[in-house]
């Protein structure tokens, strides 16, 4: 087959690039309302109608919103092997927590209103503040130990030994990040709690979504500081070859102070990823105040999205540096996937993507408007 | 590697997998039932029908979300456990999961949602098209799921780069159209339609037995037995195909389930009965049926089918032409990127390059296969036969299970087509007792397909113990009882709310479900018990 020689390799490596950050955006910001919902679950709902009003609220699209996470997985798989393969074995014990929320989330969804007991939902509540909060904070401490680099190395067969334990993923910097993750995921909830909800929900959430846009700014601020202070980046030491077979040893790399923010200073234009980052969440705070819950939910949303661009921008193109060996480090030009393979997934993306896009945008359209309290109450058109 | 690591990992594929797959077909089954239903509530526009819809919704709904917890763990599995898998193999398996995301769990799982919201908010028409696109996305998801699974059973259009030291697409044509992958989707589907059925039927049954819900229970009946008569037809059928895709593809994995040490004169006896005895080589008490093996397998009289001692043998040949190959591949590796590769390399390895899996079977034994001795490349022979018991009696289970459908529905579909469906009591009590077995047939089959394929993950390629993440044993003990503990808790809690809905039947559900509360105001919820004319 020629017909993938139209693009090359290079082209399609960046390409991948730029769509595994729009996979982790899409994730982060339409299940990362539902992970914030949870979070807020217990104090934004006192009574069981609330709680049922709010559960009711993400009910119909977190299925579909969680398929980000599924399809991110996936598309990791298809499209960064090594990536997949170095990332979910290395933090093996944190993919499993994460997985434990992820299964018992859809579970208590289903279950929690299928029994009247006060006490068999309370359990379901708190599950579901757990499997809310936990993923979001490992999320979050994955990505501040990306950052750091993390201690892998490969074998001459190209075998994968991570000789990191679960709790050095839990370093001060790590946990900063995973607390960003925490706070802004909250701030989106509680835009989204506001924009499905009124009364004393609606009340609540704004009061809680507010101290959360301002923590998601400081905690985003002190992260960046840290990070330029405290952490060294990476950068490739050897010529950079963009069209070369996937082989992460063909290079040398090594660890270098303030390399993270070398693209900033080479590209002032990337500044802006982290400046949204920034700003975004101030903008959604005036609108929750404003009692512009659409809005605000744009508004947080625009800074999930800023705060993972900024992260991929410092990092390019470094994927998953090694702190062990930094010639292993995956970068954008040595953990892809063959040139056939990333040409094919290019093309079934471009055809199913604007689908999905589309048809979920018909679903949230259906589903439009604030969730019905007295119809909850007298279960019409509500499942849970 | 340590075999340790290896024996775990297997265990907690197998453990999830099994688990995964308890929900997987009824999900797939369901959907299409529900789809149908809905169909006919559109075409005649009787409420009964839309009871019917809601009321096996709602089991369809605790099942779905099972499914969809347990598939996120098989989608992570693979990096968490199988890195060196994911590494070797992901350029081509990543790609169907993706595709499987982006083309069918999207679809299904986003208009999920809408299937149980959407009865007030969409016309009945749009209604009845998510309800068919919820059933499409499950379908499709199957489709690219076996895709994937039937590349690791008959690994085509790929080769190796020793550049990247891993599998790479060279034809992704050939992947798609993997005659393999063919057959198991439509064997893997019309098995979830059959335990769909059954469930259907079972629970109908109860109810008939009852005298609850007569009206709906016997129209889901109706449904469940034509349904199910023709998914058990066409699991046989394409069963039989899988069998005749073995004997071209996983001539060991055939010669394993049917216990066949020494090649057979053709057409071969089948056995129907007996005990395999891998130590000795036999089956003990061994009840053949002439000539019936051969006809299944081959499709012929005269064509032989090799049996184990022969695979054996030929195995060993093929070490030896993997050693060379895995040889020809360390002098490729080992000249600088960019520098030219030595022809004479090149050549060998062209030759031999697919018996270089075979050389990755003495890994077990020996650091470098090219230091083997002849010891190990006998025992590395040896390791290609799979566990002959276990498969030989997981096949007859699905296979007898599978007849059984086939009569039970058959049964079920003359008495409906007779209007006799509650005469016979006793009939109604086996289709009750009848629940659980398909899961027990599907069960058997994953065991028959995976257990099948072993020592490989990639059949020919990469041996299972290669495969593996280096995780320690400590940490594998803990996710398996991690998830064994989480799993069988939410088995119990799944089985209560089930047990519970199907107790509380669809009068609860579309007229009272709220009990505690007094109600200032009845709905207009249209009632079963209401005569119906159909």
Same mark, same amino acid.
């Given at each position: @087959?020629?017909?993938?020689?139209?693009?090359?390799?290079?082209?399609?490596?960046?390409?991948?690039?730029?769509?595994?950050?729009?996979?982790?955006?899409?994730?982060?910001?339409?299940?990362?309302?539902?992970?914030?919902?949870?979070?807020?679950?217990?104090?934004?709902?006192?009574?069981?109608?609330?709680?049922?009003?709010?559960?009711?609220?993400?009910?119909?699209?977190?299925?579909?919103?969680?398929?980000?996470? +599924?399809?991110?997985?996936?598309? +990791?798989?298809?499209?960064?092997?090594?990536?997949?393969?170095?990332?979910? %074995?290395?933090?093996?014990?944190?993919?499993?927590?994460?997985?434990?929320?992820?299964?018992?989330?859809?579970?208590?969804?289903?279950?929690?209103?299928?029994?009247?007991?006060?006490?068999?939902?309370?359990?379901?509540?708190?599950?579901?503040?757990?499997?809310?909060?936990?993923?979001?904070?490992?999320?979050?401490?994955?990505?501040?130990?990306?950052?750091?680099?993390?201690?892998?190395?490969?074998?001459?067969? @190209?075998?994968?030994?991570?000789?990191?334990?679960?709790?050095?993923?839990?370093?001060?910097?790590?946990?900063?990040?995973?607390?960003?993750?925490?706070?802004?995921?909250? @701030?989106?909830?509680?835009?989204?709690?506001?924009?499905?909800?009124?009364?004393?929900?609606?009340?609540?959430?704004?009061?809680?979504? %507010?101290?959360?846009?301002?923590?998601?700014?400081?905690?985003?601020?002190?992260?960046?500081?840290?990070?330029?202070?405290?952490?060294?980046?990476?950068?490739?030491?050897?010529?950079?070859?963009?069209?070369?077979?996937?082989?992460?040893?063909?290079?040398?790399?090594?660890?270098?102070?303030?390399?993270?923010?070398?693209?900033?200073?080479?590209?002032?234009?990337?500044?802006?990823?982290?400046?949204?980052?920034?700003?975004?969440?101030?903008?959604?705070?005036?609108?929750?105040?404003?009692?512009?819950?659409?809005?605000?939910?744009?508004?947080?949303?625009?800074?999930?999205?800023?705060? +993972?661009?900024?992260?991929?921008?410092?990092?390019?193109?470094?994927?998953?540096?090694?702190?062990?060996?930094?010639?292993?480090?995956?970068?954008?030009?040595?953990?892809?996937?063959?040139?056939?393979?990333?040409?094919?997934?290019?093309?079934?993306?471009?055809?199913?993507?604007?689908?999905?896009?589309?048809?979920? %945008?018909?679903?949230?359209?259906?589903?439009?408007?604030?969730?019905?309290?007295?119809?909850?109450?007298?279960?019409?058109?509500?499942?849970? | 590697?340590?075999?340790?690591?290896?024996?775990?990992?297997?265990?907690?594929?197998?453990?999830?997998?099994?688990?995964?797959?308890?929900?997987?077909?009824?999900?797939?089954?369901?959907?299409?039932?529900?789809?149908?239903?809905?169909?006919?509530?559109?075409?005649?526009?009787?409420?009964?029908?839309?009871?019917?819809?809601?009321?096996?919704?709602?089991?369809?709904?605790?099942?779905?979300?099972?499914?969809?917890?347990?598939?996120?763990?098989?989608?992570?599995?693979?990096?968490?456990?199988?890195?060196?898998?994911?590494?070797?193999?992901?350029?081509?398996?990543?790609?169907?999961?993706?595709?499987?995301?982006?083309?069918?769990?999207?679809?299904?799982?986003?208009?999920?949602?809408?299937?149980?919201?959407?009865?007030?908010?969409?016309?009945?028409?749009?209604?009845?098209?998510?309800?068919?696109?919820?059933?499409?996305?499950?379908?499709?998801?199957?489709?690219?799921?076996?895709?994937?699974?039937?590349?690791?059973?008959?690994?085509?259009?790929?080769?190796?780069?020793?550049?990247?030291?891993?599998?790479?697409?060279?034809?992704?044509?050939?992947?798609?159209?993997?005659?393999?992958?063919?057959?198991?989707?439509?064997?893997?589907?019309?098995?979830?339609?059959?335990?769909?059925?059954?469930?259907?039927?079972?629970?109908?049954?109860?109810?008939?037995?009852?005298?609850?819900?007569?009206?709906?229970?016997?129209?889901?009946?109706?449904?469940?037995?034509?349904?199910?008569?023709?998914?058990?037809?066409?699991?046989?059928?394409?069963?039989?195909?899988?069998?005749?895709?073995?004997?071209?593809?996983?001539?060991?994995? $055939?010669?394993?389930?049917?216990?066949?040490?020494?090649?057979? &004169?053709?057409?071969?006896?089948?056995?129907?009965?007996?005990?395999?005895?891998?130590?000795?080589?036999?089956?003990?008490?061994?009840?053949?049926?002439?000539?019936?093996?051969?006809?299944?397998?081959?499709?012929?009289?005269?064509?032989?089918?090799?049996?184990?001692?022969?695979?054996?043998?030929?195995?060993?040949?093929?070490?030896?032409?993997?050693?060379?190959?895995?040889?020809?591949?360390?002098?490729?590796?080992?000249?600088?990127?960019?520098?030219?590769?030595?022809?004479?390399?090149?050549?060998?390895?062209?030759?031999?390059?697919?018996? $270089?899996?075979?050389?990755?079977?003495?890994?077990?034994?020996?650091?470098?296969?090219?230091?083997?001795?002849?010891?190990?490349?006998?025992?590395?022979?040896?390791?290609?036969? &799979?566990?002959?018991? &276990?498969?030989?009696?997981?096949?007859?289970?699905?296979?007898?299970?599978?007849?059984?459908?086939?009569?039970?529905?058959?049964?079920?579909?003359?008495?409906?087509?007779?209007?006799?469906?509650?005469?016979?009591?006793?009939?109604?009590?086996?289709?009750?007792?009848?629940?659980?077995?398909?899961?027990?047939?599907?069960?058997?089959?994953?065991?028959?397909?995976?257990?099948?394929?072993?020592?490989?993950?990639?059949?020919?390629?990469?041996?299972?113990?290669?495969?593996?993440?280096?995780?320690?044993?400590?940490?594998?003990?803990?996710?398996?009882?991690?998830?064994?503990?989480?799993?069988?808790?939410?088995?119990?809690?799944?089985?209560?709310?089930?047990?519970?809905?199907?107790?509380?039947? &669809?009068?609860?559900?579309?007229?009272?479900?709220?009990?505690?509360?007094?109600?200032?105001?009845?709905?207009?919820?249209?009632?079963?018990?209401?005569?119906?004319?159909?």
């Amino acid at each position: @087959m020629i017909l993938h020689e139209l693009l090359s390799y290079e082209t399609l490596r960046l390409v991948w690039w730029v769509l595994l950050g729009v996979l982790l955006i899409g994730f982060a910001v339409t299940d990362g309302f539902d992970l914030g919902t949870g979070i807020l679950l217990p104090f934004a709902g006192k009574t069981d109608l609330e709680r049922r009003v709010i559960i009711n609220s993400i009910g119909p699209v977190w299925e579909g919103n969680q398929v980000w996470l +599924i399809l991110g997985g996936g598309a +990791i798989f298809a499209a960064w092997p090594q990536l997949y393969a170095v990332s979910f %074995s290395g933090f093996y014990l944190a993919m499993f927590v994460i997985l434990t929320g992820l299964i018992l989330r859809p579970v208590a969804f289903k279950f929690r209103s299928k029994r009247e007991d006060p006490r068999w939902r309370a359990r379901w509540d708190w599950v579901l503040f757990f499997s809310g909060v936990v993923p979001a904070l490992i999320f979050g401490v994955a990505v501040g130990n990306v950052l750091l680099g993390v201690p892998f190395r490969f074998t001459y067969d @190209m075998h994968i030994l991570y000789e990191g334990t679960f709790f050095g993923l839990l370093n001060p910097f790590a946990l900063l990040c995973g607390l960003v993750s925490v706070a802004m995921l909250v @701030m989106h909830g509680a835009a989204w709690l506001q924009l499905k909800t009124d009364g004393d929900v609606a009340d609540r959430a704004r009061r809680y979504g %507010s101290v959360a846009a301002v923590a998601t700014v400081v905690l985003y601020a002190a992260a960046g500081v840290a990070l330029w202070q405290a952490v060294d980046g990476y950068r490739i030491t050897s010529a950079i070859v963009t069209e070369g077979p996937s082989n992460p040893l063909f290079k040398t790399a090594q660890a270098a102070t303030g390399a993270w923010f070398a693209n900033f200073e080479n590209h002032p234009w990337t500044w802006a990823a982290p400046a949204l980052g920034l700003a975004a969440p101030l903008l959604a705070l005036a609108l929750m105040r404003a009692r512009r819950g659409g809005l605000a939910l744009l508004a947080s949303g625009a800074a999930i999205a800023g705060i +993972i661009l900024g992260v991929g921008a410092a990092m390019f193109p470094f994927i998953l540096p090694s702190s062990l060996d930094p010639r292993a480090s995956l970068t954008v030009w040595d953990s892809s996937s063959s040139h056939l393979t990333l040409f094919i997934m290019l093309v079934v993306s471009s055809v199913f993507i604007p689908l999905i896009v589309a048809y979920t %945008s018909w679903v949230y359209k259906v589903l439009w408007g604030k969730v019905d309290g007295e119809a909850i109450a007298d279960h019409r058109g509500h499942a849970y | 590697m340590d075999f340790d690591i290896v024996a775990l990992s297997r265990l907690q594929f197998a453990l999830t997998a099994l688990y995964h797959f308890l929900f997987v077909p009824l999900t797939i089954g369901l959907s299409i039932i529900l789809a149908i239903m809905e169909t006919v509530y559109v075409m005649t526009g009787r409420t009964i029908w839309r009871d019917m819809v809601k009321f096996w919704g709602v089991l369809f709904g605790i099942n779905f979300a099972m499914g969809v917890a347990t598939g996120i763990v098989m989608e992570f599995q693979f990096g968490m456990n199988w890195s060196y898998y994911s590494h070797y193999v992901g350029d081509i398996f990543g790609a169907p999961l993706a595709i499987e995301g982006l083309m069918a769990f999207f679809l299904e799982a986003t208009f999920v949602g809408l299937f149980f919201f959407g009865w007030d908010k969409l016309s009945k028409r749009a209604h009845l098209v998510v309800t068919w696109l919820v059933a499409l996305g499950s379908n499709l998801s199957a489709l690219w799921i076996l895709i994937a699974n039937g590349w690791m059973q008959n690994p085509v259009g790929a080769a190796l780069n020793p550049q990247t030291m891993r599998m790479e697409v060279t034809d992704f044509g050939a992947v798609l159209t993997n005659p393999v992958a063919q057959a198991k989707f439509v064997h893997t589907v019309s098995a979830g339609y059959t335990v769909a059925a059954i469930f259907v039927l079972g629970i109908s049954a109860w109810y008939l037995l009852k005298g609850r819900h007569v009206a709906l229970a016997k129209r889901s009946m109706t449904v469940a037995a034509a349904f199910g008569l023709a998914a058990s037809l066409s699991v046989a059928v394409l069963g039989d195909e899988s069998g005749y895709q073995s004997s071209e593809h996983q001539k060991m994995k $055939l010669a394993a389930i049917e216990a066949m040490w020494e090649t057979e &004169p053709a057409p071969a006896a089948f056995t129907a009965f007996g005990f395999p005895d891998q130590q000795a080589r036999e089956t003990h008490y061994a009840l053949h049926i002439p000539m019936v093996m051969g006809l299944i397998g081959t499709r012929s009289l005269n064509t032989e089918i090799p049996g184990i001692a022969q695979l054996v043998r030929k195995g060993e040949d093929t070490i030896r032409d993997g050693v060379v190959a895995y040889d020809a591949l360390q002098t490729i590796r080992a000249v600088a990127p960019g520098s030219p590769v030595p022809a004479a390399a090149k050549a060998v390895f062209e030759e031999k390059g697919q018996a $270089l899996g075979y050389a990755l079977l003495l890994k077990r034994y020996v650091d470098d296969p090219r230091q083997a001795t002849p010891a190990q490349i006998h025992q590395a022979a040896l390791d290609t036969v &799979p566990p002959v018991a &276990p498969l030989f009696w997981s096949f007859r289970v699905m296979v007898g299970l599978g007849i059984f459908f086939i009569a039970l529905t058959a049964t079920f579909f003359v008495l409906s087509v007779r209007r006799t469906l509650d005469r016979h009591r006793w009939l109604l009590k086996v289709a009750v007792l009848a629940i659980p077995l398909p899961w027990v047939a599907v069960e058997a089959g994953w065991i028959v397909a995976e257990l099948g394929r072993q020592p490989w993950v990639i059949e020919g390629v990469l041996p299972t113990a290669m495969a593996v993440s280096h995780l320690g044993v400590a940490t594998l003990l803990a996710t398996i009882a991690g998830f064994a503990a989480i799993y069988t808790v939410l088995l119990v809690i799944e089985m209560k709310l089930m047990l519970k809905a199907i107790r509380q039947g &669809p009068e609860e559900f579309t007229v009272a479900a709220v009990p505690a509360a007094p109600k200032g105001r009845t709905h207009a919820a249209p009632s079963v018990n209401q005569p119906q004319s159909a």
